[in-house]
């Protein structure tokens, strides 16, 4: 996962300064714990528990950034996308190529050679699109092509179940270096999946 030359300075001094909150959360807590132990904490844990969440989203977004803008400048688009599909619900799966050329491990969908936005990606995923079954293709800052096919991973998941998009992101991630973004239709939940692991997002 290539994110050598990611900076994103306000985001990263953002991110940091919340890692440092959660520590002197966690001091406080440790110091009440060893000069009154008989003293609730509960509500100290509700909200060191919400600091975590925040930060994670915080990072999800920090590190989502930092995965594809060695590859497209429109990296907030996508990222803004996610976060939409996600809170819509609306199944997704969007393909960022990378080094490796796909079009040997991919069955041609809809070509469209289309300027990525935010807008235009979510609309193709919209469950009444033609477009939205399969997977978008990105190349650079162009929506290349949609409704492709990918390849199914081959590995058995026994202790929970994985769809088909999920499947298809490890597949295709497993044969080349491609990021693969996936928004679940069933949770909302999205994920990227490189180098056949699949890295849980969180979004707000």
Request: a negative charge.
């Amino acid at each position: 996962m290539e994110h050598d030359n990611c900076d994103f300075s306000p985001l990263r001094i953002y991110l940091k300064e919340q890692l440092e909150a959660i520590k002197e959360q966690l001091d406080t807590i440790i110091a009440i714990l060893d000069n009154d132990s008989d003293k609730c904490l509960l509500n100290q844990f509700d909200g060191l528990s919400r600091k975590f969440t925040e930060t994670e989203t915080l990072a999800s977004t920090y590190y989502l950034n930092c995965f594809l803008s060695p590859f497209t400048t429109k990296y907030n688009e996508i990222s803004r996308s996610i976060q939409q599909l996600s809170t819509k619900r609306q199944g997704a799966l969007i393909v960022m190529e990378r080094s490796d050329e796909l079009s040997s491990w991919i069955t041609p969908g809809i070509p469209l050679a289309a300027a990525i936005t935010s807008s235009l990606l979510e609309s193709i995923f919209v469950p009444a699109s033609p477009l939205h079954d399969g997977a978008v293709l990105i190349r650079d800052d162009t929506i290349h092509s949609a409704a492709n096919i990918l390849p199914l991973t081959e590995q058995k998941y026994d202790s929970y179940k994985l769809g088909t998009r999920h499947r298809a992101a490890i597949g295709l991630s497993e044969r080349t270096d491609a990021l693969v973004l996936v928004v679940s239709e069933e949770s909302g939940k999205p994920s990227f999946c490189v180098g056949g692991t699949l890295y849980p997002l969180s979004i707000s």
